[in-house]
C-alpha cells in the first residue's frame, strides 16, 4: 500500500541499492561468523565439549555481527548503487533533465534512517541478550567437564550403582577401549562389554554419555534368565560430573546491559559497574547508530568519482575511510574506558568530525558534481599506482639485462 506512494524515481534507486546490500552483508556475515565457528570448534575440541552447541553459539553471535556488517554492507551499497548509475549514464540524465543530487540521495538517507532504527535494536536491545546468551552456553559447554580423565586398568564408581573399566585410554582420556560396564538395576545388574567406548558431554552440559559399539551386553533378573544382547551402538549415562556452578546473573558487564539499563546505572551510585565504562557503552552506541544517515553524505561523492576506470581505487578509499572512523571510534572507547578522556568528547567529536566533512563533502558534489574533491583523491591515487608500476617495469628491465 506504502508503494505507489513513493515516486517511482525513488523505488528505483532504493531497489539499486538494496540488491548490493543483501549480497554484500550476506558475505560479510558469513565471513565473519564462519571465521568465529572455526575457532568455537578448536575450543570445544581442547574443553571436550559437544559440538552441537556450536549452533547455538553461533545464532546468539548473529546480531552481534549484524551490527558490524551492517554500516559496512550500506556504505558498499550506496557506492555501487550511484557509480552503476554513472557507468550506465543514468546519473548524467537525471541531472541534465533538472534532478539535484540531495534529490537523487534522499532514498539512500530514508533507507540509513531505517537502518539506523534497526541498529538502534540491534545495538540497544537485542545484542545485550544475545551476548549473555552465548556466554552461559560457552560457559556450561566448557566448564561441565568430569572430575578427571579416566584411568587405563582402573575401576572408576560412577555412582548410581554404574562401576566403569576400561583396559585403555587415550591421551584425552575419553577414548576408551577394552570397556567393562557393570550397572545395578531395579530387577537386577546389568554387564555390559564393548572393544571400543566414547565419553562425550551431552547437548544440555548435565551427564556425560558414554557410547559403545559391536559389544554385549547381559542382564542378570533376580529370580529369571539371564538376558544376552549384542548390540553396534549403545548410549549409556555415566553419571562422572563434579557439578558447574550456575552462570552468573545478566548485568555483571556493561555490555549485556540495554540501554535503558545503561542509563538507569550511570546514575546509580553504586552499580558493580565503573561508571567510566557505562558511558563509554552508552555513548559508544548511540554514536554508531547516528553514523548510519551520515554514511551517504561520503559514499555518494565517491561513488560520483569512480568512475570506470577509477572504480577501485574509488572503492579503496572508500574502505580506507570507513575503516579508519570504525577504528577511532574504537580508539575513542578504550580511552573513555581507562579514563584517559570523558566519553562526551572521546566519541562525539570523531563522530561530529565525520559528519562535517561528509556535509563538506556532499555540498562540494552538489556544486560541481563531475569535479568534486573525491575526484582528485582517486585521480592522484591512480597516478601513484601508475607510477609504482613504471618502477617495477623499469627495475625488471634493468633485472633483466
Not at 25 to 38: D, F, H, N, P, S
Not at 170 to 196: C, M, W, Y
Amino acid at each position: 500500500r506504502l508503494l505507489p506512494y513513493i515516486p517511482l524515481i525513488d523505488r528505483y534507486i532504493a531497489m539499486r541499492t538494496l540488491r548490493p546490500f543483501a549480497l554484500s552483508l550476506g558475505v560479510v556475515l558469513a565471513a565473519l561468523l564462519l571465521e568465529r565457528v572455526l575457532r568455537l570448534f578448536d575450543l570445544l575440541a581442547l574443553k571436550g565439549g559437544p559440538y552441537s552447541v556450536v549452533i547455538e553459539l553461533a545464532a546468539s553471535l548473529v546480531p552481534y555481527y549484524l551490527g558490524l556488517a551492517l554500516p559496512a554492507a550500506f556504505f558498499l551499497s550506496v557506492f555501487l548503487a550511484v557509480a552503476g548509475m554513472g557507468d550506465d549514464n543514468e546519473l548524467d540524465a537525471l541531472l541534465a533533465g533538472g534532478w539535484s543530487i540531495t534529490r537523487l540521495s534522499r532514498p539512500f538517507f530514508a533507507i540509513g534512517v531505517i537502518f539506523a532504527v534497526l541498529s538502534l535494536f540491534l545495538f540497544g536491545f537485542l545484542q545485550p541478550y544475545t551476548r549473555y546468551a552465548y556466554s552461559a552456553i560457552l560457559y556450561t559447554a566448557t566448564n561441565a567437564a568430569w572430575d578427571a580423565h579416566v584411568q587405563p586398568a582402573t575401576f572408576i564408581d560412577a555412582r548410581q550403582g554404574m562401576t566403569l573399566y576400561a583396559d585403555s585410554v587415550d591421551i584425552s582420556g575419553r577414548t576408551l577401549t577394552g570397556v567393562f560396564v557393570r550397572k545395578k538395576t531395579p530387577n537386577g545388574e546389568q554387564v555390559t562389554t564393548a572393544p571400543t567406548g566414547y565419553l562425550i558431554l551431552s547437548g544440555d552440559g548435565t551427564q556425560i554419555d558414554l557410547y559403545l559399539e559391536n559389544g554385549t551386553a547381559l542382564e542378570n533378573r533376580a529370580g529369571g534368565h539371564p538376558y544376552l544382547v549384542r548390540f553396534s551402538r549403545l548410549k549409556s549415562a555415566v553419571n562422572l560430573l563434579s557439578g558447574v556452578h550456575p552462570f552468573r546473573a545478566r548485568g555483571d558487564s556493561e555490555r549485556e546491559l540495554t540501554l535503558v539499563e545503561l542509563r538507569r546505572e550511570l546514575s546509580d551510585p553504586k552499580s558493580p559497574v565503573s561508571p567510566r565504562r557505562l558511558a563509554s557503552e552508552f555513548h559508544g552506541r548511540i554514536v554508531r547508530t547516528l553514523s548510519l544517515p551520515i554514511l551517504p553524505l561520503v559514499a555518494v561523492p565517491l561513488a560520483m568519482a569512480a568512475k570506470r576506470r577509477r572504480r577501485t581505487s574509488g572503492m579503496i578509499i572508500a574502505a580506507l575511510l570507513l575503516l579508519a572512523y570504525h577504528h577511532i571510534l574504537q580508539l575513542g572507547e578504550s580511552l573513555a574506558d581507562i579514563g584517559r578522556l570523558p566519553a562526551i568528547p572521546a566519541l562525539w567529536v570523531p563522530f561530529a568530525l565525520f559528519t562535517i566533512f561528509g556535509i563538506w563533502l556532499f555540498r562540494n558534489s552538489r556544486e560541481r558534481p563531475g569535479d568534486n574533491p573525491m575526484t582528485h583523491a582517486v585521480d592522484g591515487m591512480l597516478e601513484l599506482i601508475a607510477a609504482v608500476g613504471r618502477s617495477f617495469k623499469r627495475l625488471r628491465r634493468k633485472a633483466a639485462t
